[in-house]
């Protein structure tokens, strides 16, 4: 089980995925980097991504002049902390559904690009 110190670093890592800017490599690096450093699967991150940290980010994505600077961490870590208590509540789904209906072509280029980048073929 992932130290709840470690679920923040990655929170935090993954919120890069939401500014409003292109991600370099280096970014992406360093998720993978975190991923390796606290012991969590690439899967197992997408999934954290996808239900603890683009709920409450995605907004950004669509947004004409989104932050592009990074996000309060602490604000951040509030929020996807709440997300993790929340995930397997069947309201909560519905709603995440309905967000990568809106917003989930982004998510899936970010974790195609991820791939790309840290297992190159």
Partial sequence: MMKESGRKQLWIALS??????????????????????????????????????????????LSVAGVWDGFDEEWLVACCSKNQG??????????????LLIAGGHFKENWKSFDQIVNPK
Avoid at 24 to 45: G, M, P, R, T, W
Avoid at 86 to 99: E, L, S, T, W
């Fill in 16 to 61: 890069n995925f939401y500014l409003d800017t292109e991600l370099q490599n280096y970014q992406y690096l360093h998720i993978a980097d975190v991923c390796k450093e606290i012991q969590c699967s690439f899967e197992e991150a997408k999934e954290i991504d996808r239900t603890e940290v683009f709920p409450v980010l995605y907004k950004n994505l």
């Fill in 86 to 99: 929340k995930k397997d509540q069947p309201f909560f789904k519905f709603k995440n559904y309905i967000k």
